[in-house]
């Protein structure tokens, strides 16, 4: 046997290597784009398609290995060790795994880096002022309504009067270019609120225990109880007038929210989003800010390299579309804030003090 016979016989378990790889990947994307992509939003079934996600993967990495192989056996084709073929090849295909995702981010960072990461945040704490001001952001539907944390700050005292404002963005607030309405209690508010109907007492059949309490300070808490038919009725108690001109408020709480990024539209936003924002300015100290939060969503391209080879939805049915893999980035603020609830402390004791002005009908 000569010396130039050794070299093909150490590359037969490399050749027999890459038919296997190609005849496994190849078969496997193969079964993906079909099988796989008519059952995969199908539920349960479905699962089985998941069986043939890294088949396609696998196929783009062995042909990238085998690609660099040949490039190296080419040139030097009477090696003798040909596993350092296989080993640039395998080197080479982790390379570009890595190297083409993070070429492909690096605008997903840079606007990343835009958005100031949220600073430590601690609960607001009220203290009685004359005008506060709750501004909801970029929300041309926003119902300019007494809520159950404005009628809060009103029945306890926190606000003289509250004003529900809207406006185009957070520079508009800041520059106070805002709409919306005010409100204040009557004079005679104590006997007026004193006719309110209950709407809690219906709710359980024994409205003096302690359960129905902690129930009906939770629903204050998140605004359920306000249905129609308190609502139409409180204003009843309330001197309620437009905003004219540049309003002007002791303490402001601006929020924002993107509906479309909260319910899922972050998976398809390939830059970072402004999902939420939550800001408090106290404007007796030159508008100084108190608190200031926000989420942010996104979508990447994940590292290594990866081909999800689905598309489609449980109502139209699945289809084979292979795309490179995405991560979902959600950069949230402190302890996912959601309303002005939960931006201030003390606020079960602000419920009971408001609850204290409304009829329980015990």
């Not at 998941?50 to 090696?79: M, Q």
């Not at 081909?307 to 449980?314: D, E, F, R, T, V």
Request: with cysteine; hydrophobic share 45%; aromatic share 12%.
């Amino acid at each position: 046997m000569s010396y130039a016979d050794k070299p093909k016989k150490a590359e037969s378990p490399i050749k027999w290597f890459f038919i296997g790889a190609f005849a496994l990947s190849l078969g496997g994307t193969v079964l993906a784009a079909t099988i796989g992509a008519a059952i995969v939003q199908i539920p349960i079934i479905g699962l089985v398609g998941l069986l043939f996600l890294p088949f396609p993967t696998l196929f783009v990495y062995t042909f990238v290995t085998f690609f660099f192989f040949a490039v190296w056996r080419a040139i030097w084709p009477n090696s003798a060790r040909p596993g350092i073929g296989v080993a640039i090849g395998v080197a080479a295909a982790l390379a570009i795994g890595f190297v083409v995702p993070t070429v492909l981010n690096r605008d997903f960072n840079r606007q990343l880096a835009q958005f100031e990461p949220s600073g430590e945040w601690k609960p607001v704490k009220l203290t009685p002022v004359d005008t506060m001001a709750l501004v909801t952001v970029a929300d041309k539907d926003a119902k300019l309504v007494c809520d159950s944390f404005c009628l809060a700050l009103l029945l306890s005292g926190k606000a003289k009067a509250v004003q529900v404002l809207n406006a185009e963005n957070f520079d508009a607030v800041q520059s106070r270019q805002m709409q919306g309405k005010a409100y204040q209690l009557i004079a005679d508010s104590d006997t007026c609120l004193a006719s309110m109907p209950d709407t809690f007492s219906a709710r359980l059949r024994n409205p003096s225990d302690e359960v129905f309490n902690k129930r009906r300070q939770r629903d204050f808490l998140v605004g359920d109880f306000l249905d129609d038919k308190f609502e139409s009725a409180i204003l009843s108690c309330m001197r309620t007038t437009e905003v004219a001109g540049p309003p002007r408020a002791d303490m402001t709480f601006a929020q924002f929210e993107d509906e479309d990024v909260l319910t899922g539209g972050h998976y398809y936003k390939p830059k970072p989003t402004l999902a939420r924002r939550f800001t408090v300015w106290d404007n007796r100290n030159g508008a100084a800010t108190v608190m200031d939060a926000s989420d942010i969503y996104g979508a990447y391209y994940i590292r290594p390299l990866w081909i999800w080879p689905y598309a489609g939805n449980a109502g139209s049915g699945g289809y084979f579309a292979p795309s490179l893999a995405r991560g979902h980035l959600e950069r949230n603020g402190p302890d996912y804030l959601h309303g002005y609830w939960e931006w201030i402390a003390g606020e079960k004791r602000l419920a009971d003090e408001a609850l204290a002005r409304l009829p329980n009908n015990q």
